[in-house]
């Protein structure tokens, strides 16, 4: 790595560390403790000084300058078009000290990620589809309303008791809207790209694959140089057929039905 690299990875830990806990933002939002940090912004768990309740505070990533705040102006457009009890509300945005905030409501219970490798918890290949078919319910309802999320994985979908909620719509993009990727501070359109819902469904082929490999034991299989997730889950032929769809290596769904059909085919026979 050169110096410049190194200079820019300690300006942007600098310029993006995160705010201590018990300041306010505002004089409204009191920040209990942070939650995490993304490729675009950094959250904090904060309480509302007015109401009394606890919500999510989420600002536009300071290094990553004007991109950072486009994208969660972009999150807090597609929140506020959404409404369904699996999806977060948007419940404010506003600017503070040059920076950009979004104020969501606070979702108790835990991450996919947080289950399989904080509490262990091992999905069976039927508790597997059975989620992964709740899950397409709000997936679809997101496909109706003409997006697609983009970033389907483990950290954004939470389970609490026996609901399961969709988090994170800071990379959604309309459907059939020019693929955009990020190089620097810039943002450059990819040409005869566009989004469509099979993005999502690869996304959700991978998800799935987390969720089975929680129950699988590396001891029992000799010869993992050259294996795969054919070849190291003992899953049905059905499940691999749905699988081999999702990550594209068949001819893939073309849209949420298709899958869900395979879906409550497997369910109910």
Known sequence: MGLFEYLKGVYEAWI??????????????RIQRFLG????????????????????????KPSKGAVGRD???????VLGRLRHPSIQRCLASFEYKDQLYMVTEHLKGQTVEDLIFERGVVFSEKEALCFVRRLMEILSYVHEQGFVHLDIRIPNVILDGDQIH???????????????????????????RTVEAPDDL?????????MLYSGYDSCTFEDESNSGWEDELNVSPMTKQMLRKLLQI?????????FMRDLDDWLNR
Request: charged share 25%.
């Open 166 to 192: 969709l988090i994170d719509f800071g990379l959604a993009r309309r459907l059939g809207e020019p693929i955009r990727t990020e190089l620097g501070s810039k943002v450059e359109t990819t040409r005869n």
């Open 37 to 60: 940090i993304g490729s675009y912004g950094l959250t904090y768990l904060c309480l509302d000084a007015d109401s009394g309740q606890e919500v999510v505070l989420k600002q536009a």
């Open 71 to 77: 994208l969660l102006y972009r999150e807090i457009d």
């Open 250 to 258: 068949d001819p893939p769904y073309l849209g949420i039905q298709q």
């Open 202 to 210: 690869y996304a959700v082929g991978h998800f799935f694959l987390f």
């Open 16 to 29: 993006d560390y995160p705010k201590r806990e018990g300041i306010f933002i505002t004089n409204k939002y």
